[in-house]
């Protein structure tokens, strides 16, 4: 009897070993990507524009204009009653500065028809110059980011944002 229960145990010692194993080598195969984006990751609403070169002011707060910011991109979105328009944007950050590069307009998976897919973007339209981009590699200064608020400013616009 006192063999059977020696043997029992070492077949549950060599289960625990394999199981231990086999997380081991899942967990060795998964790679954690994180983000060096510090404050600026996150859910924007862009809230308001200043023109810089007139002083004009913009009032956003009741649009439905976002800026959605993990990992390497920034996905800008304006919904409106009647359509969503959504473009992705890469982007490089230094202390001081964030530049949008490489846009792409977001049509969904690409098997969403002959329409789907992420579509480069060549030329800018009024669509994304409604999210307050000019150029297709803008650089902003990071006039303020902390906490829930962010201004960003081009050479020709200010943008005022507030964390949702």
């Known amino acids: 009897m006192n ?9 549950r010692l060599l289960m625990l070993l394999v199981s231990g194993l ?19 990751d996150g859910y924007w609403h862009l809230e308001r524009i200043d023109t ?6 913009l009032d956003l707060s009741k649009k439905k204009i976002f800026w959605g910011v993990q990992c390497k991109l920034v996905s800008c ?3 409106r ?3 969503t328009f959504s473009y992705y944007f890469r982007f490089r950050q ?4 964030i530049t949008l590069y490489s846009p792409y307009e977001d049509h969904w998976h690409q098997d969403n028809g002959d329409n789907g897919g992420d579509v480069p973007v060549y030329a ?17 200064y990071k006039e303020k980011l ?17 964390k949702f």
């Open 52 to 57: 810089l070169a007139t002083n004009g002011v």
């Open 3 to 11: 063999r059977m229960f020696k043997k029992i145990a070492c077949v």
């Open 94 to 97: 230094t202390a001081d500065s």
């Open 77 to 79: 979105r304006y919904i």
């Open 124 to 140: 800018i339209n009024d669509i994304i110059r409604s999210l307050g981009i000019n150029n297709l590699e803008e650089p902003f």
């Open 22 to 40: 086999c997380l081991v080598s899942t967990l060795a195969s998964c790679t954690v990507e994180s983000s060096d984006n510090g404050d600026f």
């Open 146 to 162: 902390k906490g829930d608020k962010m201004i960003l400013t081009s050479k020709s616009l200010r943008l005022y944002f507030k």
């Open 81 to 83: 009653e009647d359509d």
